[in-house]
């Protein structure tokens, strides 16, 4: 079989079998550290933080950060810190020329991204731990448990919860250099796939007790889910190719350009970015909610916090769509690829170079972010046709929305770096062809 004679290659590649061992390691210490619950925490007393975080946007933390959060761990705040500091500074390179001049300046540039990533990473934790902290005492003592937090036990805590989740950007950039695959991306895939296990027997249970036909109904569900995932994998790996030429120059005695290239459009160049800010503002009405609105705007609000209602998914489609756009004409620049193939002596052909050029690759990237910004909607709002059709909550997710995608994503990404070991070797891939895609936006999220 492929996939055994594909496991065996992998073994005589010492390099490579190293580096599966060291992310095998790191990802246990990162799981055993999830179960670590903060010190003067009664793990008896979490049932009240397990119930807050069945559902909405506490679920889908919980799920990131591979049940750290619900379990009052020190690993409880995971890597969203992080990855919130990532966004902020990337949108600040988009925004700011100071920040788009360091993006250019190649691997120093880099570097000093990530050292005031890391600055901000900090300043988040200092606010957000607190936070918790108090969302957790409230939790604790609404289900009858004992937990008061003085303000020394909230600073100390605070420290705690800060070095857990800059221990886990650690581990994550641990595993890049040493291991296989995008560390950051990887910590959050494990966190997802952490919580499937209990998800599948949760639902095969209540398919069996439930109803009767409940084991045909378990069937049913995972084709869908094997046929969804399909459907983000092509959606993730969708592109349209747009042929360039290249000139011949002849310096000497040698010539050089005359090739024929591909400019690969991604379908869906946003990644899962949509989804996340979509997120963020679908989530104002439930913190209204949470604050007691009454009134005129009650039906508003009862509307707009119902996961399962037909306005809240309409709403929530309607944005990843305008956000698709929104984010796809700030990451990708048709002036910057036009100006970069006319100063290489490139063209497409029957287009002349410099702004017809541009506005020939704005009006392809616009046809084509169309379908992938519908398609991602649809992939996004599929949780809650899982919820509709009687799906329990915690195994829905895995139906569309952000995890998925960004499970799919990582596993791609992943399997396309052992590829590129095998191949540069000399050893079959997992593919016939050798050629296994993954992604290619900026985004590692």
Known sequence: MKFIETIKNISKIEDLRKRIVVTFLLVVVYRVGCYVVLPGINPNELDALRNFTDSGLMQLLDMFSGGAFSQASIFALGIMPYITASIVIQLLGMVLPQFRKLQ??????HMKINQYTRYLTVLILILQAPAYLVNLQVQVNSAGGSAHFGFWTMAYMTIILAAGSMFIMWLGEKITDKGVGNGISFIILVGIIARLPGALTQEFTNRLTTAQGGLVMFVVEIVLLFAVIIGAVLLVQGTRKVPVQYAKRIVGNKQYGGARQFIPLKVNAAGVMPIIFAQAIMFI???????????????????????SGFWYNFVYFIMIVAFTYFYTAITVRPNDMADNLKRNNGFIPGVKPGKSTAEY??????????????????????????????????????????????????????????????????YDGMLKSGKLKGRTTGSAY
Do not use: K
């Open 361 to 426: 690759l704005d009006t392809i990237l616009t046809r084509i972010t169309l379908p992938g910004s519908i398609f991602l909607g649809i992939v996004a709002i599929m949780p809650a046709f899982a919820r509709i059709c009687g799906v329990n909550q915690s195994f829905a997710q895995f139906f569309g929305g952000t995890s998925l995608l960004i499970m799919v994503g990582v596993v791609l990404d992943t399997l396309s770096q052992i590829e590129s070991h095998l191949m540069m070797h000399h």
């Open 104 to 109: 250019q300046e190649g691997e120093s540039g």
């Open 285 to 307: 009405p439930v913190t209204l909610a949470g604050f007691g609105a009454r009134g005129e705007g009650s039906s508003f609000v009862r509307a707009m916090t119902d996961m």
